[in-house]
Every structure is written in structure tokens, then in C-alpha cells.
């Protein structure tokens, strides 16, 4: 009997490094941005959606091969002003150009522009905010240069500079990140003065910590999901200034297609053919609205604190 009981139990054994062993699961932090993103299943739609959107607006221009210079053959009044249809998706326009590829071809100029100036406005604005913010010395001269250039508008601004530098991409491109950086460096500034004073930057600053290395260790890893943010209102909105711009002739000019462009062309026949305007300007809008949303929900996921 007692020979069974003793077969029930056994000697544990002991591991004095056991105690440092932590139990908790390990913690990845871009895997949990990426956890969290894809489990709202309507955000996953809209980003396939939107890769979608940018990948065939950078491929079918060059399929296509339409140029805006290269007159179609006026003379064929048959293929003017065609209904959409399964031969012409988006139908022809005043010229007997197909709208289908019109529209792309803009959307194609407008999305590269505006990511490129938001990644120029990034790279120049993130690194100067974040030592306009630590550095009180240089904010006493930084804060007047943006007082003065805050009191311009952007618009204006743009086309002041559009005259001066001419129609082109990469005149524009110039024109809408001359000033827009300093907006981002500005920003940037605030969310570093928020969290510069905080106990474990205190401790290395006396510690003897270089201050770059503060803020690229310290301080702008807590503003990621910040900047998202940021990110995610800026690019549809230099679309819309360049879609602007392009609409009141001052953006790319007549030799690149631009959104802009074609919505100021197909105004004239709103009445007769009101799916000429109505299309570019419904392509906008998806484009916009789906680059807010999932850069609103990316920037959601990486805040650390919806990481459960």
C-alpha cells in the first residue's frame, strides 16, 4: 500500500535560476501593430482596395501609353462623346479620348506627387521639429521663421511660386514643400515638448546621454502612432492642392495628366455629360477617403496602448 502512494508523488527539482525565467509571453512590437491592424476585417478591405487603386494607376498609363500632348484625330465626330460601355469603360470625351485612360493617367501623376512631397516634407520636418523641440535655443529664432511663413497661405504661396517656376512636376513638387515642411517640423515640435521633461529623459540627460541620441531612442518611437496620424491627413491633402492647382491651370500644366487637369476640362459639359466630371472627381474621393482610413487605423495599431 504504501508502496503505491509513494509512486503517486516525486521530488521536484531545484533551479536557482529558475526565478529569473519570465513567464510572460514575448512581445514583438511591429507584430502586434500588424495583429492589431488586420482584425478589423473592414480595414483590410479598404487597404487591398487602395493597393489596388495605386498599383493600376501606376501600370495602366504606361500600358496605355496616353499623353495628353498627342492629339487624337479630331476629324472622327463618331467617337466623340461615347457612352460608358464595355468597349469604352469610362466613354470617350470632346476629342474622342478615352476617358478611362485620362483618369488614370492623372490619378498616376496626383498619387506620385503626393507621396513624394510627403516624404520630402517628412524627411526635412520629423528631424528638424524634433530638435526644434529640445533645443529652447533654437526655438526662440525657429518660432518666428514659422510665425512669418504661418501668416502666408499655402495656396497663394503655391501660386505665386507656380508663375514664377512654371508647370512640371517637379516645379510643383518645389512649390508644395518649400513651406509645408516647417508645418510638420512645427507639429513635431509640440509632441516633443510633451514628453521631453519626462522622468527617464531627465535621468539620461544627467546620465550624459547626447541629445540626438535621446530623441531617436527616447522620444520619437513614442510618436509613431503620431506621426501616422499625420501622415494619414497629409498626403490626401497635398492630392487635393495639387488637384487644385492642376484645375486652376497652374499645376502640371497642359503636358502631364492630372485629376485636376481633367475635372477642369469635363466642367464645360456638366450638363450634357455630367459622368465626364463626375468620374475624376468620384476617383478622388476614393482616393483620399481610403488613404485617411488606413492611415487612421495603421496609426490606431501603433499605439502600444490597444496592444492586449
Known amino acids: 500500500m504504501d508502496t503505491e502512494r509513494n ?3 516525486e521530488f521536484a527539482s531545484f533551479d536557482e535560476y529558475e526565478s529569473e525565467h519570465i513567464a510572460a509571453p514575448r512581445y514583438s512590437y511591429w507584430k502586434s501593430v500588424w495583429r492589431t491592424f488586420y482584425k478589423n476585417k473592414f480595414t ?11 498599383t493600376f494607376a501606376l501600370i495602366q498609363p504606361l500600358i496605355s501609353g496616353y499623353s495628353p500632348v498627342i492629339a487624337p484625330n479630331i476629324n472622327n465626330a463618331s467617337m466623340k462623346f461615347l457612352k460608358p460601355s464595355a468597349e469604352h469603360i469610362f466613354g470617350t ?16 501623376n ?3 506627387i503626393g507621396f ?3 516624404f520630402i516634407d517628412m524627411i526635412i520636418g520629423i528631424p528638424v521639429g524634433a530638435l526644434w523641440g529640445f533645443s529652447k535655443k533654437m526655438d526662440k529664432w525657429m518660432i518666428e521663421v514659422y510665425n512669418v511663413i504661418s501668416n502666408v497661405p ?12 512654371g508647370a512640371g512636376m517637379r516645379p510643383l513638387i518645389i512649390t508644395m514643400t518649400c513651406t509645408e515642411w516647417i508645418f510638420v517640423a512645427y ?3 509640440t509632441q516633443v515638448m510633451i514628453i521631453r521633461d519626462r522622468e527617464y529623459n531627465l535621468a539620461s540627460k544627467c546620465l550624459g546621454t547626447r541629445t540626438w541620441t535621446m530623441i531617436t531612442k527616447n522620444i520619437l518611437p513614442y510618436l509613431i502612432s503620431v ?10 491633402q497635398l492630392i487635393s492642392y495639387e488637384v487644385f492647382l492642376s484645375y486652376m491651370g497652374l499645376g502640371l500644366g497642359t503636358t502631364n495628366a492630372s485629376l485636376g487637369q481633367s475635372i477642369s476640362l469635363y466642367t464645360a459639359y456638366m450638363n450634357g455629360y455630367p459622368h465626364l466630371f463626375w468620374i475624376p472627381v468620384g476617383l478622388l474621393a476614393i482616393i483620399s477617403i481610403s488613404l485617411y482610413i488606413v492611415g487612421q487605423k495603421l496609426a490606431d495599431a501603433a499605439d502600444p496602448r490597444t496592444h492586449m
Open 44 to 54: 483590410v478591405a479598404i487597404t487591398i482596395l487602395l493597393i489596388f487603386i495605386i
Open 116 to 118: 513624394v512631397c510627403c
Open 7 to 9: 509512486d503517486l508523488f
Open 154 to 165: 499655402f495656396l497663394l504661396l503655391c501660386m505665386i511660386l507656380s508663375y514664377i517656376l
Open 227 to 236: 506621426i501616422m496620424t499625420y501622415v494619414s491627413r497629409t498626403i490626401p
Open 110 to 112: 496626383s498619387i506620385i
Open 187 to 189: 507639429f513635431i515640435r
Open 93 to 108: 470625351d470632346h476629342v474622342g479620348n478615352e476617358v478611362f485612360d485620362a483618369v488614370w493617367a492623372g490619378a498616376r
